[in-house]
């Protein structure tokens, strides 16, 4: 049966993501903010819903996701929960809510409770201590590293990350890091795909890549990039909606590109 003509057959959870890496098959991540869009990824087999603090950017209206409150993530995680039955939900921690271990375990309590399966951090290896303190608990954590938005006023923009040997050893060393620590699943944004490559291979738990090349256990995107909502498109997004027609079309395109190894192609990807 062709990818995305029916539901997920039974729940997706963290074990279901590592036999996937364990077989080398490809799963699927979107990023998405609402009930309906979380019920038609569901139904299109899209494995996890990421509901990112992207919402900043892409629902909210601000210029970076600095500004996004505990509030607002949780009011978006329970509209997502409405729409899902069997996929895995990711909740992002907003800026400055996991500064300590304590804080993190306050705040992530919050975010499992709005009905998220998992919380993602991004930072790494000073994060290694609140990576262990949550996962301890019981809590499963999604670490993230390259580009991490929460630090663009450090990282000095929105660029890629790791393109020289130091700042390549650095992501390398604090993946292994992260992984140690238990973290559950990685994200890696805008690295060249050669690092994404040689982190996927030597860490345990699943990375997802979005500008990392093809080589990683997933890929994420942004709802409003797949369906070409977003002014300038990143490099590494596509609108599949062009092609596809309708919404579910999109997601079905994505999700087969993906499986594939056809999406993303070299026009998507920093080398
Ligand atoms: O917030 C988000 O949507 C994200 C993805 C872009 C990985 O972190």
Redesign the pocket.
């Known amino acids: 049966m062709p990818y995305g003509t029916s539901e997920l057959a039974k729940p997706v959870t963290v074990q279901t993501l590592r036999r996937m890496k364990a077989d080398g098959e490809k799963f699927i991540t979107v990023?998405l903010y609402d009930a309906p869009m979380a019920a038609m990824a569901q139904r299109t087999g899209v494995e996890v819903l990421?509901v990112?603090?992207?919402l900043g950017m892409t629902v909210l209206g601000f210029d970076s996701?600095i500004p996004v409150t505990m509030e607002q993530m949780i009011y978006h995680v329970e509209a997502v929960a409405r729409g899902n039955r069997k996929s895995l939900i990711m909740g992002?921690m907003p800026f400055m809510t996991y500064a300590t271990p304590e804080q993190a375990l306050a705040n992530a309590t919050r975010i499992m409770q709005a009905g998220a399966h998992m919380v993602?951090i991004e930072g790494g290896a000073w994060l290694a201590e609140t990576v262990r303190m949550l996962t301890d608990r019981g809590i499963p954590v999604c670490a993230?590293l390259g580009l991490t938005?929460q630090s663009v006023h450090k990282l000095g923009g929105f660029r890629v990350q790791g393109r020289d040997e130091d700042t390549a050893g650095e992501i390398l060393n604090d993946a292994a890091l992260l992984d140690e620590a238990g973290a559950d699943l990685l994200?890696l944004?805008c690295v060249p795909a050669p690092l994404a490559q040689r982190i996927t291979e030597a860490v345990s738990m699943p990375t997802i890549g979005?500008g990392a090349g093809r080589d990683t256990d997933a890929q994420?995107l942004?709802i409003n990039d797949i369906l070409g909502l977003t002014e300038k498109p990143p490099k590494f997004s596509k609108n599949f909606l062009v092609e596809a027609g309708d919404i579910p079309g999109a997601l079905r395109k994505y999700a087969e590109d993906v499986k594939n190894g056809v999406f993303p192609d070299e026009s998507h990807t920093f080398n």
Do not use: N, Q
Request: without cysteine; aromatic residues 0%.
């Open positions: 990023a990421l990112g603090d992207s996701t992002d993602k993230h938005p994200v944004e979005i994420v942004v």
